[in-house]
């Protein structure tokens, strides 16, 4: 039986990795993976906290927040695909024009 | 008892492995690595939600995120980075205030984890009358019916906004 503190931990963990990796990246494509790291850390903690849940209500929550997720990441890719045809840049930092 | 420690045990280890994944991303310059190092976090993830006893959320994952997500971030890359042969690299910045953020949230969190957990203590593991992937199933048809149908109306109009987005050519008013 492993204790829920330590499903706490991991997911914590991944969650300040993945903040860390937000701020640090210069990449836009970076940041989606930093996003992605978290949402996946959300899910850990509620898959665990259903684990003694015969209603399972976390676990379908889980999975929409896998949906949101995929909605998300795919829309946030068409956005940075057409920014870099219009100004031919990726790095976030040098995003400086929002005249489309 | 040896089932369970074998369960035990693949916990940690792909914990473990999650986190040095994680890690590697987050020091990691190369942005091809970087996406392949992501495929090893969600794997470790839809193990330790199987462990967890989620098996349909484990799939799912390994299904929607592996199959599609990581696809589409490969295409990402390749199509916003110039191929000329070299490698894809990202820069680093603004590392000092992230490591001093992430210093600050990890004692957040490790002083709250100090006091009593009010949650932690669950009863003994209630025995499902039905599978897990069956109970979900009954709910998604039964209580989350709007949910489910409102996530559909959802998937399918990011579907058609990212289509319109990536697909049209905008006018260049410059």
């Known amino acids: 039986m492993i204790p829920i503190e330590h499903y706490i931990v991991l997911s914590a963990a991944l969650l300040i990795i993945g903040l860390m990796i937000i701020i640090i990246k210069r990449n836009a494509i970076m940041v989606l993976v930093g996003v992605e790291l978290i949402l996946n850390a959300a899910n850990i903690n509620l898959v665990a906290f259903a684990k003694n849940d015969p209603l399972l209500t976390g676990q379908m929550m889980s999975l929409f927040v896998i949906v949101i997720a995929v909605a998300e990441s795919a829309v946030a890719l068409a956005i940075i695909y057409q920014v870099y045809r219009h100004q031919q840049v990726s790095n976030i930092d040098e995003l400086d024009e929002l005249n489309g | ?174």
Do not use: C, W
């Not at chain 2, 997500?69 to 980075?81: E, H, R």
């Not at chain 2, 009358?129 to 559909?152: C, P, R, W, Y």
């Open chain 2, 1 to 174: 008892m040896e089932q369970i420690n074998f369960n035990i045990l693949a916990f940690y280890g792909f914990a473990g492995l999650a986190v040095i994944s994680a890690l590697m991303i987050l020091m990691s310059k190369n942005i091809i690595h970087s996406v392949f190092m992501l495929v090893l976090v969600f794997l470790s993830v839809a193990a330790i939600y199987i462990i967890t006893n989620a098996e349909f959320v484990g799939v799912t994952q390994i299904m929607v995120y592996i199959g599609g997500i990581l696809i589409l971030m490969m295409f990402g890359v390749m199509l916003t980075n110039r191929i000329d042969g070299g490698k894809m690299l990202t820069e680093h910045r603004r590392i000092i205030p992230a490591v001093l953020l992430g210093l600050g949230l990890a004692f957040v969190f490790y002083s709250t984890l100090q006091t009593k957990f009010p949650l932690a203590e669950f009863g003994p593991q209630s025995e499902l009358d039905k599978s897990v992937t069956e109970t979900i199933g009954i709910n998604f048809m039964t209580h989350q019916l709007v949910a489910l149908e409102l996530t559909a109306v959802l998937l399918l109009m990011a579907l058609i906004g990212a289509a319109f987005l990536a697909g049209s050519k905008f006018e260049d008013k410059k």
